[in-house]
């Protein structure tokens, strides 16, 4: 039988763990959120956060619209890959969902619209990973529709 090998656990300039986490982060190792100041903007109760769903939920759920928001470009569904990986979703229990997704390295949203057993699928026009998180992130938010 052959001798374990002695590895070491460390390399010899590493430093320690730390064991106490500092007293501005969070349990998960981020950064504390400075608290949002109020604005007179009819958004900024939604901008704070998301809602997460209580119960049998597993997303989030989509704050309305403000009054102000942007109105996305929703065109029908056109199935123009094999496959669609979805990023990031919200909740499917509310008659409207959103899904973040890619497709041959392009990224666009894709909403659901449920009513009296009818689904309704419609997409936003392919996109720049940077354009289309930063709609993904106004339409959490309520500042787009």
Not at 21 to 31: I, K, V
Not at 43 to 54: H, I, K, P, W
Not at 104 to 133: C, H, M, W, Y
Request: hydrophobic content about 30%; glycine content about 6%; aromatic content about 8%.
């Amino acid at each position: 039988m052959a001798e374990p090998l002695d590895l070491p656990t460390q390399p010899p300039d590493a430093k320690p763990f730390p064991t106490s986490q500092p007293q501005d982060e969070t349990p998960h190792g981020r950064p504390e959120r400075p608290a949002a100041e109020e604005e007179d903007d009819q958004c900024a109760e939604v901008d704070s956060g998301l809602r997460f769903a209580q119960g049998d939920c597993i997303g989030i759920h989509v704050p309305p619209a403000c009054p102000d928001a942007m109105a996305l470009d929703w065109d029908a569904e056109h199935p123009r890959s094999d496959r669609i990986r979805v990023q990031e979703f919200t909740c499917a229990c509310q008659p409207i969902f959103y899904e973040f997704c890619q497709s041959g390295g392009l990224f666009f949203i894709r909403r659901t619209r449920t009513s009296d057993g009818n689904v309704l699928i419609e997409e936003t026009p392919r996109l720049q990973r940077k354009i289309a998180k930063a709609l993904w992130s106004r339409l959490l938010k309520g500042a787009a529709y």
